[in-house]
């Protein structure tokens, strides 16, 4: 099998929306079509460096995307990157999908300089979370929400 990582381009749009809308669902959320053309145009539009897509294709076949975003840091001198969304389609799961998106997401950021990555998963996505404790460093952060 044959995977590559790349920038999500204009021709992925129906593919994008297929793996988000699955992600989404897993959340038990959804977004309306609004938001899925103003985050498709920003993760495509050069003007915005910091919102990032990318799509993982398998044998021609969409099947994972991740979302990343860099941003400024308090603490830091340098940006840091939030890793907001990723998925990869289940028939793939544990074939090293997740874990090259993350990878490629890695890259990204130190390419940038941006040597801090993190990201937020809910506690009961456990097998999500055996690939983060092999990749990521747990914390002992809890998230607030207004």
Same mark, same amino acid.
């Given at each position: 099998?044959?995977?590559? &990582?790349?920038?999500?381009?204009?021709?992925?749009? !129906?593919?994008?929306?297929?793996?988000?809308?699955?992600?989404?669902?897993?959340?038990?959320?959804?977004?309306?079509?609004? /938001?899925?053309?103003?985050?498709?145009?920003?993760?495509?539009?050069?003007?915005?460096?910091?919102?990032?897509?990318? &799509? !993982?294709?398998?044998?021609?076949?969409?099947?994972?995307? /991740?979302?990343? &975003?860099?941003?400024?840091?308090?603490?830091? =001198? +340098?940006?840091?990157?939030?890793?907001?969304?990723?998925?990869?389609?289940? +028939?793939?799961?544990?074939?090293? =999908?997740?874990?090259?998106?993350?990878? !490629? =997401?890695?890259? !990204?950021?130190?390419?940038?300089?941006?040597?801090? =990555?993190?990201?937020?998963?809910?506690?009961?996505? +456990?097998?999500?979370?055996?690939?983060?404790?092999? &990749?990521?460093?747990?914390?002992?952060?809890?998230?607030?929400?207004?």
């Amino acid at each position: 099998m044959s995977l590559t &990582i790349r920038p999500l381009a204009p021709s992925d749009q !129906a593919d994008w929306r297929r793996l988000w809308t699955a992600y989404l669902e897993f959340y038990e959320s959804s977004v309306s079509d609004q /938001v899925y053309a103003t985050t498709f145009a920003r993760l495509l539009d050069p003007a915005r460096p910091a919102q990032n897509g990318l &799509i !993982a294709v398998q044998d021609g076949r969409a099947v994972g995307l /991740v979302h990343y &975003i860099f941003h400024p840091h308090n603490w830091r =001198v +340098e940006d840091v990157c939030y890793l907001q969304d990723l998925y990869a389609d289940p +028939e793939v799961r544990g074939s090293g =999908v997740g874990r090259a998106l993350i990878e !490629a =997401v890695y890259a !990204a950021a130190d390419e940038n300089g941006t040597p801090s =990555v993190y990201w937020l998963t809910q506690d009961f996505n +456990e097998t999500a979370r055996r690939l983060y404790d092999r &990749i990521g460093t747990l914390t002992p952060f809890i998230k607030y929400q207004r």
